[in-house]
């Protein structure tokens, strides 16, 4: 595959200078979905642009719990480049003398790496535009601030769905980290505590597909900084609390060409165009293996069960919220800019370019098959009757992180978008992480992955 695309790193050089930063953090996502990296002085920023910084192969087959996955092809032979792009380039509010940027991996002869998740999307997003489609997208971001206490975490408040009491519980933290991701170019929407205690949701603006993976990385980066500096801990993963609501990190998508709205179609069932349907029919008909790359963690089937709002059987509806793709309504003069999807089964333990990455090649499988989703689901499809849910092809998802791999490994359309270096990886990690944490009690899968997410 070709190379990053090239950039004038001198600029970078002197950003970085100005900024007063003294590191600048060379960021990656790997494929547990841990947000990993290194850190160059200014001093020697200029040969670290110009050439990468250097990184063992080994590190893709790396899992939550440290450990080097059985069944990855990496070891300790072998090294890649970090080359950072430079538009991702931003100074740490929270962290004065740091800057970081975001970086793709380079093999020595100078390709993109195959076993990195950031050049999944690329090349996701580059099958797109050779259909004359962009993406666009926007991740909903549930989390929870916590406490640290003799025997681990609790809850920061406890604050009811929507509760303006728990706004003013959380005001310092979150009126810092407003103010923090405003500072490196993020545009907060809405903001408010959702149906846990202590638990938040944010959501920022949509944009190009990869920009709105970038800005993961940052937000989840800025959250977890700024509430410990307020004495908080905050955590992404699916189920924190075994016995409180679970956090997700839903996927708003839409399709774009020329400035128009693809999905847009007055006249269409649900307002929705053929094109966008068979979309929708891709993501349903992928979705048991998708959910190894939206869902991907032991604790996240914790959280998807019915009558969880989060989804648990591949359907599709109007408004929809225990559906897999939700179309949500749209707003009064600005029906075509409104019109979206709703991808419910991602959440916070999903690398970002792995889960939107896998979204696209669903839907564009949809797309090029002329797949179509059957009718739409008006009630919660866990009220529906096992035969009628047979009639209507609705399917219960996997149950458990072991049956979701199981579903990856017989999707050959999800095999071949993923490549044979990527997929022999995330597996292999995904394998590992489900064989450590498989017998665990809840409350110890939640605590382990509490820390880490």
């Keep these: 595959m070709d190379g990053p695309v090239a950039h004038d790193g001198h600029d970078l050089v002197a950003r970085a200078r100005a900024s007063g930063a003294q590191l600048v953090r060379f960021l990656y996502c790997d494929n547990g979905n841990l947000i990993r990296g290194k850190a160059a002085h200014l001093s020697a920023l200029a040969d670290a642009?110009?050439?990468g910084i250097g990184l063992t192969v080994a590190m893709a087959g790396f899992t939550l719990a440290e450990q080097l996955a059985a069944g990855t092809g990496q070891g300790p032979v072998g090294e890649i480049r970090l080359v950072p792009d430079p538009r991702t380039f931003r100074p740490?509010?929270?962290?004065?003398?740091?800057?970081?940027v975001l970086c793709d991996m380079v093999t020595l002869e100078g390709a993109l790496w195959e076993?990195?998740?950031?050049?999944?999307?690329r090349r996701m997003i580059a099958k797109a535009a050779a259909a004359g489609i962009e993406a666009q997208a926007a991740f909903e971001y549930e989390?929870?601030?916590?406490?640290?206490?003799?025997d681990g975490f609790e809850p920061w408040d406890d604050s009811v769905c929507f509760g303006s009491a728990g706004m003013d519980s959380a005001s310092a933290i979150v009126d810092e980290l407003l103010e923090s991701l405003v500072e490196q170019g993020i545009e907060p929407r809405q903001y408010y505590p959702e149906l846990g205690p202590g638990q938040q949701e944010l959501s920022v603006a949509h944009g190009p597909i990869l920009g709105t993976a970038d800005t993961s990385i940052a937000v989840r980066e800025t959250v977890r900084a700024v509430a410990a500096e307020h004495g908080a801990v905050a955590s992404f993963a699916p189920k924190p609390f075994p016995d409180q609501a679970g956090s997700g990190m839903h996927v708003h998508l839409s399709l774009w060409r020329e400035g128009r709205n693809l999905l847009y179609a007055?006249?269409?069932?649900l307002g929705i165009s053929p094109l966008g349907l068979q979309f929708i029919a891709g993501v349903l008909e992928h979705a048991?293996?998708?959910?190894?790359?939206?869902?991907?963690?032991?604790?996240?089937?914790?959280?998807?069960?019915?009558?969880?709002?989060?989804?648990?059987?591949?359907c599709y509806g109007f408004d929809n919220r225990e559906a897999t793709v939700r179309v949500p309504s749209r707003f009064r003069g600005i029906e075509e800019a409104s019109t979206n999807l709703e991808i419910k089964a991602v959440d916070g333990s999903a690398n970002p370019y792995l889960a939107l990455g896998g979204l696209l090649a669903a839907g564009l499988d949809g797309i090029e098959r002329g797949l179509e989703p059957g009718e739409p689901v008006d009630v919660n499809p866990a009220e529906l009757s096992?035969?009628?849910r047979d009639r209507r092809k609705?399917?219960?998802y996997p149950q458990t992180l072991g049956q979701a791999i199981a579903a990856l490994k017989d999707d050959q359309i999800l095999l071949d978008a993923l490549g044979p270096t990527l997929a022999r990886e995330l597996l292999a990690v995904r394998t590992s992480e489900w064989e450590t944490f498989r017998e665990r009690p809840a409350i110890e899968v939640a605590r382990a992955h509490f820390h880490r997410y």
């Design 143 to 150: 989390f929870y601030l916590a406490r640290r206490t003799p």
């Design 394 to 396: 609705i399917r219960r």
């Design 288 to 314: 048991p293996g998708l959910l190894a790359l939206t869902c991907p963690s032991v604790n996240s089937y914790s959280r998807l069960a019915p009558g969880m709002w989060s989804s648990a059987y591949s």
């Design 115 to 121: 076993a990195y998740p950031r050049t999944f999307l």
């Design 92 to 100: 740490l509010p929270y962290n004065r003398r740091q800057a970081r």
């Design 266 to 269: 007055p006249e269409g069932p």
């Design 49 to 51: 642009v110009e050439t």
């Design 386 to 388: 096992e035969a009628e």
